[in-house]
């Protein structure tokens, strides 16, 4: 059998955790960039096939793709650190100090947009022929999303800025949940449909992730779509990093921790009568003198 229990599951995510803000800062760069980098092309990937057929549900059934193969090889995304990192503090692992938290974070939102912007570039020059033609129909298509996930929050003002910010929340719930569910079996194939499923709603539900956002709008700027940098990043990146970060520890991390974490302290359990009248009868033996 190789289900995993949730006591022990959540050893293993606190070990998980524990090792990556370990992680020297070469591995971290590697692993991040190479897990925007899958995760992003197989954004593009679902788009493509959301267009091409119609079908956007086809989409987000094969985007976890992605998902599943920077997860199999051990690559970082921001969204899953913002959980594993938090619960090895919490559990007073050696050499975790929210510091090296901090420091994990950065290196993997680096990394991550390195990852990312590189897919970006590389699929605008396949949408556009080297950007000697217009972009094609999945080109102009990414290009109307980065204008509906920025302006269109901005057209609501407060009010947008509060559905962006839950629409993030909402992403982590799932995509946090994904990266748990990765480690509650021991073989591949219950590896791959356990986190399968929380990452096709996600993405289905169009809920906001920052590390597929680092994608979607800097392709959007690359093909013509009309918003600016300042309104990616004020409109969509920081409030999105930012609900990613509560959705993954309210909803997933510290709920896992507080019930399943921490040793349950041990239960006084209280005498019977007749024990505790023989109890006291040993003591009062005790206590007479002897000669």
């Not at 059998?1 to 998980?16: F, G, N, S």
């Not at 013509?224 to 990616?232: A, E, K, L, V, W």
């Not at 609900?243 to 349950?264: D, E, S």
Request: net charge positive; glycine share 12%; proline share 5%.
């Amino acid at each position: 059998m190789t289900y995993v229990k949730p006591t022990e599951l959540v050893q293993t995510v606190i070990d998980a955790g524990a090792s990556k803000v370990m992680l020297s800062t070469r591995d971290t760069l590697v692993r991040s960039i190479m897990g925007g980098a899958l995760l992003t092309l197989a954004a593009a990937f679902a788009v493509t096939v959301s267009v091409t057929t119609g079908m956007p549900l086809l989409g987000a059934v094969l985007f976890p793709i992605g998902f599943v193969m920077l997860y199999l090889l051990g690559y970082d995304l921001l969204t899953g650190v913002f959980v594993l990192a938090p619960l090895a503090w919490l559990d007073k692992r050696p050499g975790v100090t929210l510091g090296g938290i901090l420091r994990n974070w950065g290196l993997v939102f680096l990394g991550n947009f390195i990852g990312a912007f590189s897919i970006a570039l590389l699929m605008a020059i396949v949408f556009t022929n080297g950007f000697s033609t217009p972009p094609n129909e999945v080109g102009q298509a990414i290009g109307h999303i980065g204008e509906g996930r920025t302006v269109g929050y901005a057209e609501h003002g407060g009010n947008g800025m509060l559905t962006l910010f839950v629409r993030a929340v909402l992403c982590n719930a799932m995509v946090a949940t994904g990266v748990v569910l990765a480690m509650v079996s021991k073989d591949v194939i219950g590896k791959i449909v356990a986190m399968w499923m929380p990452i096709m709603l996600f993405f289905f539900m169009g809920f906001e992730h920052s590390i597929v956002n680092m994608f979607l709008f800097p392709s959007g700027l690359l093909l013509g779509g009309d918003f600016t940098i300042g309104d990616y990043l004020i409109w969509n990146e920081i409030p999105t990093v930012l609900g990613n970060l509560v959705g993954g520890l309210l909803f997933v991390g510290l709920p896992l921790y507080v019930t399943y974490g921490r040793p349950a302290a041990p239960r006084r359990v209280r005498p019977s009568r007749r024990e505790a009248a023989a109890a006291r009868a040993v003591a009062a033996d005790s206590a007479v003198p002897t000669r």
